[in-house]
């Protein structure tokens, strides 16, 4: 089982697009314009880094994320899921 969060970025940033309804990153709270900054340990400035982080989670693990939004920092708790739960939601 691969590990999904549900997130989509601008281009090659760590700036959220889109969150999709459901997914591990919206019952986190994370939102469009909000700019992930690290996971668990990993820091983050590109998209690769951000799928490389990813795939070292285990679905079912929780981790920290530190999101700035607008002025704000803010620390969410991911829990990661599965590719197989997310396609059961669609």
């Given amino acids: ?13 760590t700036i959220v697009k889109g969150v999709d309804p ?5 019952r ?5 314009g909000d700019r992930l900054r690290k996971l668990g340990a990993d820091r983050l400035g590109s998209q690769a ?5 990813v ?3 285990r679905p079912g693990e929780s981790v920290d994320a530190p ?3 607008g002025e704000e920092l803010l620390l969410r708790v991911l829990k990661a899921g599965s590719r197989l739960d997310a396609a059961r939601v669609k």
């Fill in 1 to 13: 089982r691969l590990p999904y969060l549900g997130l989509v970025f601008e281009g090659d940033t």
């Fill in 28 to 32: 986190a709270g994370l939102k469009p």
């Fill in 49 to 53: 880094e951000v799928r490389a982080s």
């Fill in 67 to 69: 999101v700035e939004r």
């Fill in 55 to 57: 795939g070292r989670l």
């Fill in 22 to 26: 459901g997914s591990p990153a919206y």
